[in-house]
């Protein structure tokens, strides 16, 4: 146990940086513009050491499990990270598009930037790269549905009846992640898996085998790295408001900070599994995690506007809609083969540099 809490190096890091951040907040808001975005800056780094660690016991418990169970685990952590971010910066300053930008830009991040610097990297590796495409059909199909219900349609519907809308929102995304749930660790299982060939390996010898994992500790230090994350952005949400305020960034900023907090982690998973010639880890990720965050995000949020009594402004822009729909065309035609390849992974690439240039644009 000793040993355990020794590698949580970043885990204490970021649990000082809570305790100090709380006595230093009336400092850090009251210093000056400069100030408060360095110790805006400052917390973000922390709650991406918290999120990393998260993230590995995460990994860990994923890796006990196996799949589809261990990628579930993993984007779960991932979304349980961004919802309680979101929140708490929502009940701090509500802004009427944060949990609108924050979802789409974890869709492009997800979908464009993860899987396509996954498959780009992989492929230059290891050529083409083998998966099974029943789980990426599965998963591109409830992601356009789930973002046509929750983020389009709503741009139709009457100002006067938003709490009946929201209210069916909660409901469909309900329904729709039960079913997920049951396909992916029911008999539907096999869509999510992926049998790769058996490589012949050297038996370790019995002391260097890698030591077994305490499940016990990492569900505890899990749970404790959201709740120091949870504190940590209390006052970061704060801090990079007045930091941010005057400077002409575009408000989308803020959404893609979250989104990059909470993908961090999965970038390195993804990136990990795709030069090990493992892409179904990296398609269970990339797209679980777009679905996870829509279908997961929008009844919580929603719900805290129906308690609220303030409505979000849940409806993409144009520029938004035409790229997640050329997101998911582009993914719906590279991925209906079971075969990836690095000229796939450069065209989702592309399509993530698009979705930064126009975020720089305030497009």
Request: glycine content about 6%; charged content about 10%; proline content about 4%.
């Amino acid at each position: 146990m000793l040993t355990s809490l020794k590698q949580e190096k970043f885990m204490w890091l970021a649990l000082i940086a809570a305790i100090a951040a709380y006595p230093l907040e009336h400092w850090m808001l009251h210093s000056g513009q400069m100030i408060a975005l360095l110790g805006g800056l400052a917390l973000i780094a922390f709650i991406v050491m918290a999120s990393m660690r998260v993230a590995h016991h995460a990994e860990q418990l994923a890796e006990k499990v196996g799949d589809p169970y261990g990628t579930m685990i993993l984007t779960l952590a991932a979304v349980l990270v961004e919802v309680v971010i979101l929140a708490i910066m929502m009940s701090n300053e509500p802004s009427p598009t944060l949990v609108r930008d924050t979802i789409y830009s974890a869709v492009m991040l997800d979908i464009n930037g993860i899987l396509g610097l996954a498959a780009l990297m992989g492929g230059i590796k290891h050529g083409e790269q083998s998966y099974n495409d029943d789980s990426a059909r599965s998963y591109s199909v409830m992601i356009l549905t789930a973002m046509g219900v929750s983020m389009v349609v709503p741009e139709f519907i009457p100002e006067a009846d938003w709490k009946i809308y929201s209210a069916f929102t909660i409901g469909a995304m309900v329904l729709l992640y039960t079913l997920f749930l049951r396909m992916q660790v029911g008999p539907h299982s096999y869509f999510f898996s992926y049998s790769y060939p058996e490589k012949r390996r050297k038996k370790q010898p019995e002391e260097q085998q890698e030591p077994s994992i305490n499940l016990a500790f990492s569900i505890g230090t899990l749970v404790f790295g959201v709740i120091v994350i949870g504190a940590l952005a209390e006052v970061m949400s704060k801090t990079l408001d007045l930091g941010l305020e005057g400077t002409g960034a575009p408000p989308v900023i803020t959404a893609i900070v979250v989104a990059a907090i909470s993908a961090a982690p999965e970038i390195l998973t993804a990136l990990r599994a795709a030069l090990a010639n493992r892409m179904q880890s990296v398609v269970n990720i990339a797209l679980g995690a777009s679905l996870s965050t829509v279908i997961l995000t929008v009844p919580v949020m929603e719900a805290m506007a129906l308690y609220t009594g303030q409505p979000f402004q849940m409806a993409m822009t144009p520029v938004q809609t035409v790229m997640v729909l050329i997101t998911l065309v582009v993914s719906a035609i590279n991925l209906n083969d079971g075969e990836t390849n690095a000229i796939e992974g450069m065209t989702h690439f592309v399509l993530f540099a698009t979705f930064i240039m126009l975020s720089l644009l305030g497009v």
